[in-house]
């Protein structure tokens, strides 16, 4: 397995996926569903955000990782996380998340935010093991949410 930056044309090939997951959303593994999985809402969100991977196996894609910066700088959030279930538990997320914080804090920025549904503990357990803590709680277009946040450094 690879990663490497996505493209916006990654995006049919990465609804593909998602949908011989039988999943509804590539943020599904923490419950939220905030990006569109047709070739269009992909496409969409990989082009408008600052740092989009993709991981691949000779089968294609395995694992996706969209994060984008605060207008500030100092903050980026981590917008989309998405393992295939046949290759959870084979360090495909930890993976993405360390292409990630890589990328952030080569452009400065401190701090990686993500929010994640209050009725889904194994994502809380997820972020939390991995170095991730709560910052506050509040509503999102899922219902309630806790925002987490780590030292973007520590995930390297």
């Known amino acids: 397995?690879?990663?490497?930056?996505?493209?916006?044309?990654?995006?049919?090939?990465?609804?593909?996926?998602?949908?011989?997951?039988?999943?509804?959303?590539?943020?599904?593994?923490?419950?939220?569903?905030?990006?569109?999985?047709?070739?269009?809402?992909?496409?969409?969100?990989?082009?408008?955000?600052?740092?989009?991977?993709?991981?691949?196996?000779?089968?294609?894609?395995v694992g996706v990782a969209i994060a984008h910066p605060d207008a500030e700088g100092s903050e980026a959030e981590l917008l989309a996380l998405w393992v295939h279930p046949s290759h959870a538990g084979e360090g495909v997320a930890e993976e993405l998340l360390s292409r990630?914080?890589?990328?952030?804090?080569?452009?400065?920025?401190?701090?990686?935010?993500?929010?994640?549904?209050?009725?889904?503990p194994g994502a809380q357990e997820f972020f939390a093991a991995h170095g991730f803590s709560t910052r506050g709680r509040r509503r999102g277009p899922a219902g309630d949410e806790s925002v987490v946040v780590v030292d973007a450094s520590e995930l390297r």
């Open 1 to 61: 397995m690879h990663v490497r930056a996505a493209r916006p044309d990654d995006a049919e090939t990465l609804r593909t996926a998602v949908s011989r997951a039988r999943e509804a959303t590539v943020f599904d593994d923490i419950g939220s569903p905030l990006l569109d999985v047709s070739a269009a809402g992909v496409r969409e969100a990989a082009a408008e955000a600052e740092w989009s991977f993709l991981m691949e196996d000779p089968d294609g894609p």
């Open 100 to 120: 990630v914080a890589s990328s952030v804090t080569d452009r400065g920025v401190d701090t990686l935010r993500a929010s994640v549904p209050a009725d889904s």
